[in-house]
């Protein structure tokens, strides 16, 4: 299991370093292109740098936020009252979770062959289009592998091995008991 841990942390790893790059590329993209109409220039394609930027900001970023489990999720998980149940609703969550994954890498890939063959870039800095949808089907296999890894570990706690937690690489409780605090 210390495999799967170390796989997810090398990738949580690029994942932040790409998030991070994202967001400052497209802050500082997005102030240019104040004072660009401020002082009256010319577009010059701050607004194309800041699509792409977001485009890898979110896209990557759903990724992240699965693998450090700060997506938006129903919590009726943790209200359940036995530990078994809850690590088998957290399985079938995240079972859910990777059908997702598979179904938005799927469609986000057609999506991005369609645009390589079509070979069409963004109007004034020729940006390819199939960077930002790239990073949609970077996401995509973010989720699923981010998604098969917590589900692997919540298996595994089911059937009473130890699980490691992927941030500390202590011993794993992957459902907080009713009512503490996570």
């Known amino acids: 299991m ?31 292109q104040v004072v660009i109409r401020v002082m009256e220039f010319g577009s010059i394609g701050t607004d194309e740098i800041a699509m792409v930027a ?4 979110i ?16 919590e009726l998980v943790s209200l359940l009252p036995a530990n078994r149940i809850r690590l088998t609703a957290e399985g079938i969550s995240q079972a859910a979770l990777a059908l997702f994954g598979v179904v938005f890498t799927y469609y986000s890939a057609l ?24 990073a949609m089907v970077a996401g995509g296999v973010l989720i699923l592998i981010h998604a098969l ?26 459902i907080s008991a009713p009512g503490a605090m996570s």
Request: a neutral charge; proline letters at 3%.
């Open 2 to 32: 210390r495999w799967l841990n170390n796989i997810e942390k090398y990738l949580y790893r690029a994942e932040k370093a790409v998030v991070i790059a994202a967001f400052i590329a497209m802050f500082f993209a997005g102030i240019g």
């Open 59 to 74: 896209f990557i970023g759903a990724g992240l936020g699965v693998y450090t489990h700060d997506h938006i999720t129903i």
């Open 149 to 174: 890894c917590r589900l692997t570990r919540t298996v595994a706690k089911l059937l009473g091995k130890e699980a490691e937690d992927p941030h500390t690489g202590q011993a794993a409780e992957l």
């Open 111 to 134: 999506y991005w062959q369609g645009l390589s063959r079509s070979g069409e870039t963004t109007l004034q800095l020729d940006i390819p289009l199939t960077l930002p949808v790239g």
């Open 54 to 57: 977001a485009a890898l900001l």
